[in-house]
């Protein structure tokens, strides 16, 4: 009865470096979201995604960043050329749908950029 | 656009104090509320949810109304423990973007002491 797994858990990346992060949702959930968590502040939305689809980017910085769900295979959050602001908490829900469907968290990355 | 604030925290107790956790919203249409609990180093875990007007939440001796006159979904409980010690986040869905994304508080750390 796994529930949502991200890895990894902690994530030391030196700036310029990628950043790959990894979800893999609730058995038989097809809709997955990406929140960031800046230190001493609540997680903010980045990008929801359904099965090969990006949804909703509008909380996804334009450059550096980006988001795929393939049809096989878990979410990954992708960050180029990671900066020091980059450090952060990314957090990886996943639902059975959108709207008043529960959201199941997983335990977050942490990256840390140095 | 749509918001969350929620009381600054921390907020220490002794066990068996009364809580309450202020929580206001700003939203276009009719959000669901809800509130998250991360303990520490893990993921958010859904506490308790209310999904139209005078709704009860409630969940493990924590209950929470939706109050639209208000725009309030303030978090209480009766008697805490120490187990409850926590960071808790009030958050509600998106209407806006339409996609079921939260939008969360700041959070408020909660420390119960023995």
């Known amino acids: 009865n796994a529930g949502v797994m991200q890895n990894p858990r902690h994530l030391v990346r030196r700036r310029g470096q990628e950043a790959r992060l990894r979800c893999s949702p609730v058995?038989?959930?097809?809709?997955v979201y990406w929140y960031r968590q800046l230190p001493e502040e609540g997680l903010k939305f980045m990008v929801y995604?359904?099965?090969?689809?990006?949804?909703?980017e509008s909380g996804m910085p334009k450059e550096r960043f980006s988001a795929e769900f393939p049809k096989e295979g878990p979410s990954i959050l992708r960050i180029q050329q990671v900066v020091r602001g980059d450090s952060a908490a990314y957090f990886c829900?996943?639902?059975?749908?959108?709207?008043?469907?529960?959201?199941?968290f997983g335990p977050g990355t942490r990256l840390t950029v140095t | 656009g749509n918001s969350v604030t929620q009381m600054e925290g921390p907020v220490t107790l002794s066990e068996e104090a009364f809580l309450t956790i202020n929580c206001t919203y700003t939203a276009t249409g009719y959000p669901s509320l809800f509130w998250y609990v991360q303990y520490p180093g893990e993921g958010l875990q859904l506490l308790l949810k209310a999904t139209k007007a005078d709704d009860k939440g409630s969940n493990k001796g924590f209950e929470a109304t939706y109050r639209k006159e208000t725009t309030s979904f303030h978090l209480e409980k009766g008697s805490v423990q120490v187990s409850d010690s926590a960071v808790y986040f009030c958050?509600?869905?998106?209407?806006?973007?339409?996609?079921?994304?939260?939008?969360f508080g700041k959070g408020t750390k909660l420390s119960v002491k023995p």
């Open positions: 995604l359904q099965k090969e689809n990006i949804i909703d």
């Open positions: 958050a509600l869905s998106d209407t806006g973007g339409s996609q079921g994304n939260l939008i």
């Open positions: 058995k038989g959930h097809s809709h």
């Open positions: 829900a996943s639902s059975l749908g959108k709207g008043t469907y529960e959201q199941y």
